[in-house]
């Protein structure tokens, strides 16, 4: 009898094994509909910082950390295969704001309750909420859960808005259904996410710029932490006092941020970065933290100052406005004037080498190439003193010119038409080689204004990013065509323009913001009479973020030459 029992113990034993090894085992049970079994054994606590830090290193710089344009979003949902998209923002939400066509509205607070609404993990996943906040926090949510093809739609519904797109009012999406089985891979991760995002609070962690603005006035601010890299906040500048902890550096660098129990604040470019980041954060016990919504962008743009780079959206406003008649030109007569008369200005010529070799120069002018001029403002004369600088047809001219007024040259001119309109005139060149520049010593300039337009001008690739006639009159028949800015006055308007011109006063160009594309990366083409205004316009435009700008090689004139047609 003892030796039945024995054997029977022993096969229990052994049975107990075989069913322990092939058992799933999960921290909690989870819900039925999406094919979890009830938990045996707890699994350890997820490492939050590791998944995390793995997590910001997986999110592709290029494409901006798993973010999407509204813009391209648009076209993506036009194709034959759209991406899943989801609406993760309160019903409230929806019935006040419209949704996009085509979106399933699952909650933020409840999307891991409904992993069986969604497809399957390798789909092309679309989020967006009101601004995006919510859409980075759950796109970094599902990809720690295996949706690793989960993209957010920057800006969320705001921005969809301000790009002029399509919403649906007065009626509710489809109501979301089961379209797939989930399987997770780590419960405890899964619960602890869940657990998280189901308690969001209202507001979602996010703070507006005037409210983090009223925050760093206390007697004890928050501490501020920049997600951005070095690079960006050496390009655009940085809130007073924060501390760059690069994105990708968050989690291996937590002894760097302030107690889990002090409040903090996190930014990045455009709050994107920081709503992927905030949730780890807050999962680790850093309760106080919050998200600058809009990041740098909605910093500034709620005209809040920045420090390391120069406000350019202050100052071209005002130096364009300044602009005289003239824009800072002089004629071919009057500068051989000023020359026969023995009185001449201060000549640089900013050609390159190979320029001067073929077509020559005019006479006393001493050559630095505009890639350089910024490089040797100790071979310039004196702030006050007259400089009139020149190029082959005015259009680096005007760039040059700008860029040394900016700097605080008072009496700086470029020649109208450059040396083109120099030989046009059938005025006297010189064949050999410029003498060289003397060095002296340099004006005392504002070194940041300084270190930005000198990065501009050397950085100028091929053709100075001007356009022939003939390359735009091709551009503008392709999709999508180029916004055409026009800056010159309405009686230059009168004698006749291009087509679907859109028209601002050189003056005005930054005053009237709503005239300009929305999306900065959109194509624009200024145009003038002769290069030069349109040069700078290019110039300002570029400084102020505006990817996709170039100018039309000498205007109004170059179209002209080549026979293309003007509206009047």
């Known amino acids: 009898m003892v030796k039945k029992l024995h054997v029977s113990m022993v096969m229990l034993v052994i049975l107990s094994m075989i069913l322990a090894v092939n058992t799933p085992t999960f921290a909690a049970p989870m819900s039925a509909k999406i094919g979890l079994l009830p938990a045996a054994v707890t699994q350890a606590a997820p490492d939050i910082a590791g998944l995390y830090g793995g997590l910001m290193n997986s999110l592709p710089p290029d494409k901006g950390y798993a973010s999407v344009k509204a813009v391209d979003v648009s076209k993506q949902l036009a194709e034959a295969k759209p991406p899943f998209l989801l609406d993760v923002r309160e019903p409230a939400e929806l019935e006040k704001d419209g949704f996009i066509k085509g979106a399933v509205n699952i909650s933020v607070r409840s999307v891991l309750k409904n992993l069986d609404k969604l497809p399957a993990p390798d789909s092309y996943i679309l989020i967006y909420c009101g601004s995006g906040q919510r859409g980075g926090m759950l796109m970094g949510v599902l990809r720690l859960l295996g949706y690793n093809n989960t993209f957010s739609m920057g800006g969320g519904l705001i921005a969809w808005k301000a790009a002029n797109l399509p919403v649906v009012t007065g009626s509710k999406p489809d109501e ?41 006035k206390a007697a004890k601010p928050p ?13 655009s500048g940085y809130i007073k006092d924060s501390v760059n902890i690069p994105f990708n550096k968050l989690f291996t660098s937590l002894d760097k941020l302030p107690a889990k129990d002090a409040p903090f604040i996190i930014y990045c470019g455009s709050g994107h970065r920081g709503a992927v980041a905030i949730v ?84 006393g002018a001493v050559n630095i190439p505009i890639r350089n001029l ?78 930005a337009l000198d990065k501009f001008l050397s950085s100028l690739p091929d053709g100075f990013y001007s356009m022939g006639a003939a390359d735009v009159k091709k551009a503008l028949a392709a999709t999508p065509a180029p916004v055409v800015i026009d800056v010159r006055t309405a009686d230059e308007i009168k004698s006749g323009y291009i087509k679907g011109s859109v028209f ?38 570029r400084l102020l973020g505006y990817t996709n700008v170039n100018s039309l090689f000498k205007g109004i004139n170059g179209w002209t030459a080549e026979n293309l047609p003007l509206e009047k």
């Open 176 to 216: 979301a259904k089961a379209i797939s089985k989930p399987a997770i891979k780590d419960q405890a991760l899964f619960t602890a996410l869940d657990g998280y995002m189901s308690t969001l609070p209202d507001g979602f962690l996010a703070l507006k710029a005037d409210k983090v603005a009223d925050q760093l």
């Open 374 to 451: 910024l490089k040797n403002l100790d071979k310039l004369p004196a702030l006050d003193k007259p400089i009139v600088v020149y190029c082959g047809s005015g259009h680096r001219g005007g760039l040059a010119i700008s860029a040394l007024r900016l700097l605080g040259y008072s009496n700086v001119n470029n020649l109208g038409g450059g040396f083109g309109a120099w030989t046009k005139a059938n005025l006297a060149v010189e064949k050999s080689k410029p003498a060289e520049p003397k060095a002296g010593t340099a004006a005392k300039v504002d070194e940041l204004r300084l270190k």
């Open 280 to 363: 780890g954060l807050q999962m680790l016990g850093y309760t106080k933290t919050l998200n600058l919504g809009g990041g740098l962008n909605g910093w500034k743009a709620a005209n809040l100052p920045v420090e390391g780079v120069v406000d350019w959206a202050a100052v071209w406003p005002d130096f364009l406005k300044g602009l005289p008649a003239d824009s800072y030109t002089v004629k071919s007569d009057m500068l051989f004037g000023q020359i026969k008369a023995g009185n001449p200005p201060f000549l640089v010529d900013v050609r390159e080498a190979k320029e001067i070799e073929s077509a020559g120069f005019i006479k």
């Open 504 to 541: 601002i006063l050189i003056n005005d160009l930054l005053s009237d913001m709503k005239k300009l594309p929305s999306d900065k990366a959109a194509p624009i083409i200024t145009v003038c009479q002769s290069g030069h205004r349109g040069a700078i316009a290019m110039m300002a435009l």
């Open 223 to 235: 501490v501020l932490i920049d997600l951005r890299t070095p690079e960006e906040r050496e390009n």
